[in-house]
């Protein structure tokens, strides 16, 4: 009775099988010692000087905005660099690209105008 699938059912056993033995063996090795630093919220060892709730000027996150916005720019123009000397993508694809890249630097002129990069509070 050979199944097609009995190979990834037995990988998968096996898989399982790993994942418990690591998790039981590390446990089993590793130092067992709390202390009061060790049980603290952060154990990093540095002392918390605020709440961790508290409030963050809204630059940050604007800037966290932009990284992904340009971080995403990259990521689309990565395929069209890889495909633009094959025939595929000929004007229509180098003029798209043209309005693309036209669209990020007006919004990258627009953040820049109201300073968005600043980074004064």
Do not use: Q
């Not at 603290?40 to 963050?56: H, L, N, W």
């Not at 800037?63 to 990259?74: C, G, R, Y």
Request: charged content about 15%.
């Amino acid at each position: 009775m050979d199944h097609p699938y009995l190979p990834i059912l037995i990988l998968m056993f096996f898989a399982f099988i790993f994942t418990v033995v690591t998790i039981i063996m590390s446990d089993l090795a590793r130092p067992s010692k709390p202390n009061a630093e060790k049980n603290s919220t952060y154990e990093c060892g540095a002392p918390i000087f605020t709440d961790a709730r508290g409030m963050v000027s809204v630059k940050y996150y604007i800037i966290a905005m932009l990284f992904l916005l340009f971080d995403v720019e990259a990521a689309f123009l990565y395929p069209w660099a890889i495909n633009y000397d094959k025939e595929t993508l000929g004007l229509f694809g180098f003029v798209e690209i043209v309005i693309f890249i036209a669209i990020l630097l007006v919004g990258y002129f627009y953040a820049w105008r109201k300073e968005a990069f600043e980074w004064e509070s």
